[in-house]
């Protein structure tokens, strides 16, 4: 299993104990879903390197929730005060 994310790889083995929950991996609709955007959208992204994901192989790709939830919040623009 690999890892992709700003041209950094990494092997399954040098994940972190938190990661080898497979209940916090989702697949790219899932975390479409999640989101509440298209899968093309998280496709996207993916291909830009803005959002972190598993390549177990040619096939499979998963996602870690709480790298979506850390995108989330990265990205937030906080609201402007209306006086």
Same mark, same amino acid.
């Given at each position: 299993?690999?890892?992709?994310?700003?041209?950094?790889?990494?092997?399954?083995?040098?994940?972190?104990?938190?990661?080898?929950? !497979?209940?916090? +991996?989702?697949? &790219? =609709?899932?975390?479409a879903d999640?989101?509440?955007?298209?899968?093309?959208?998280?496709?996207? !992204?993916?291909? +830009?390197?803005? &959002? =972190?994901?598993?390549?177990?192989?040619?096939?499979?790709?998963r996602i870690?929730?709480?790298?979506?939830?850390?995108f989330v919040?990265?990205?937030?623009?906080?609201?402007?005060?209306?006086?």
């Amino acid at each position: 299993m690999r890892f992709f994310y700003n041209k950094v790889l990494t092997t399954y083995k040098h994940m972190n104990k938190e990661t080898k929950n !497979w209940s916090e +991996l989702l697949t &790219i =609709p899932d975390a479409a879903d999640y989101l509440n955007i298209s899968h093309w959208t998280v496709r996207k !992204w993916m291909r +830009l390197k803005r &959002i =972190p994901y598993m390549q177990v192989n040619s096939r499979v790709i998963r996602i870690e929730k709480k790298d979506l939830d850390q995108f989330v919040k990265e990205t937030k623009i906080p609201a402007k005060k209306i006086s």
